[in-house]
């Protein structure tokens, strides 16, 4: 059997991919022959994303859903099941991060950040599982986060999600991997988006941000990572190169979780 990185005639449905990693994932996934499908909140962000994947020959179909809401999801993956074919790898990665310290966070807003970054890929994979499981073949790719193995200040929602979501992708591999169906997460380092912006932003005396000095003297590449630089994982994960590669937390960090941090010089 020839091993294949092609994902011609797959279709794929990445959530949030307007911009930021799932743009990047879902822009590489049409390049390598991926018919792209993705979603986002508000029609405006949609508009964004299709012309966006326009400017790079990309026809994408973009659907405006909220990924936390179980009715709409239903209805956007039996319309994609009937415009566009049944979906062949799934991308939960729509997500959202609230950093506030954890005695200051009210319930309400700990279950927003549940509700998004993990409630939904169950909600999300529900939908797309029995036609996969009809088709005797799928890949869910679920993009996890250094919160899936640490701790710090002020995300104990987004690491109690991400971490959940790890377990969710090794128990969604556990239950449908007898259907050649195999889920695997892929968890980021810190990567140049809007999502972490804030953590990156110049000081009023022009300096960097403290958290800026900080992440990179966490990572031996001394450097934040790119969108794109996901993308090779995520087209593994997503073809028959990996076919038996299951419940699988592909960290893509630049050696942040391999490192104890700089020693005193
Ligand atoms: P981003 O720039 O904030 O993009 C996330 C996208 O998801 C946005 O388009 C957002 O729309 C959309 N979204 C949020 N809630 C949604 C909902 N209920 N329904 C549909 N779409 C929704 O984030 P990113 O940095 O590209 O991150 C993408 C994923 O990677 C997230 O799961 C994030 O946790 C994870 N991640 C990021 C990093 C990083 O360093 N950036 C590292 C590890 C993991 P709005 O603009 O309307 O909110
Ligand atoms: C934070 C960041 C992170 C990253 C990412 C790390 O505030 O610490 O936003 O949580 O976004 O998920 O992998």
Redesign the pocket.
Known sequence: MAVSFSLEGKVALVTGASYGIGFAIASAYAQAGATICFNDIKQELVDKGLAAYKELGIEAHGYVCDVTDEAAVNAMVAQIEKEVGVIDILVNNA?I?K?IPMCEMTAEQFRQVIDVDLNAPFIVSKAVIPAMIKKGAGKIINI?????E?G?E??SA??AA?GGLKMLTKNICSEYGQYNIQCNGI?????E?P??AP?REIQPDGSRHP?DQFICAKTPANRWLKPEELTGPAIFLASNASDAVNGHILYV?GG?LAYIGKQPQ
């Open positions: 997500g991060i950093r996890c986060s250094m919160m899936s640490l710090r002020t995300v987004y690491a991400k968890g980021p380092g810190y990567i988006t999502q972490t953590l958290f960090d942040i």
